[in-house]
T-cell receptor, first 111, second 114 residues
Framework: QKEVEQNSGPLSVPEGAIASLNCTYS??????FFWYRQYSGKSPELIMS??SNGDKEDGRFTAQLNKASQYVSLLIRDSQPSDSATYLC???????????WGAGTKLIIKP | DVKVTQSSRYLVKRTGEKVFLECVQD?????MFWYRQDPGLGLRLIYFSYDVKMKEKGDIPEGYSVSREKKERFSLILESASTNQTSMYLC?????????????FGSGTRLTVV
């Protein structure tokens, strides 16, 4: 069974601090990874994708991938209350079209 | 911007009714997906479609069917709605073969079956 594991949280972070969200995956054949943000009652929206080992930065967001350890993370710098949401991690399976989803981590940014 | 449009944000239906949920995307994507999302259960795949007239069962297809007669439209059908099908339904699309391309989701339909 191919799986993506996330801590469900909630993860509570003070405003202005760095929020660190983590994800592990079981399928070594996975090549691409995605972070989605989902506000309560809304649909998921893509915020970062990564497919090479190392870091990828986009504004306040940094995605990190370590294929040897089968580990993906998302760092949010200068956290804002508007970052409070559930963050979903997903891995592209070897079928090349179907994403395997984690259950999501609920992030709370405290003013 | 890719747009995925789901026809209704909120629906209330009666037990036993046949329910149609419509999804339309405007970017010529081959792959389309239907998920349901329930608290504590995450995203669960109901059906997906590689291309026009193609469909595959996902993890929880029981009680559902789908139709894809045109590339841009993917419909989810609840043959006889039951209260355990009360959920948020999410449609998504992506282009075929683009491994580094994630899904684009519609805004979701919150279905209540009474």
């Amino acid at each position: 069974q191919k799986e993506v594991e996330q801590n469900s949280g909630p993860l509570s972070v003070p405003e202005g601090a760095i929020a660190s969200l983590n994800c592990t995956y079981s399928d070594r054949g996975s090549q691409s990874f995605f972070w989605y943000r989902q506000y309560s009652g809304k649909s998921p929206e893509l915020i970062m994708s990564i497919y090479s080992n190392g870091d990828k930065e986009d504004g306040r967001f940094t995605a990190q991938l370590n294929k040897a350890s089968q580990y993906v993370s998302l760092l949010i710098r200068d956290s804002q209350p508007s970052d409070s949401a559930t963050y979903l991690c997903a891995a592209m399976g070897d079928s090349n079209y179907q994403l395997i989803w984690g259950a999501g981590t609920k992030l709370i940014i405290k003013p | 911007d890719v747009k995925v449009t789901q026809s209704s944000r909120y629906l209330v239906k009666r037990t036993g009714e046949k329910v149609f949920l419509e999804c339309v995307q405007d970017m010529d994507h081959e792959n389309m997906f239907w998920y349901r999302q329930d608290p504590g259960l995450g995203l669960r795949l109901i059906y997906f479609s590689y291309d026009v007239k193609m469909k595959e069962k996902g993890d929880i297809p029981e009680g559902y069917s789908v139709s894809r007669e045109k590339k841009e439209r993917f419909s989810l059908i609840l043959e006889s709605a039951s209260t355990n099908q009360t959920s948020m339904y999410l449609c998504a699309s992506r282009p075929q073969g683009a491994q580094n391309y994630g899904y684009t989701f519609g805004s979701g339909t919150r279905l209540t079956v009474v």
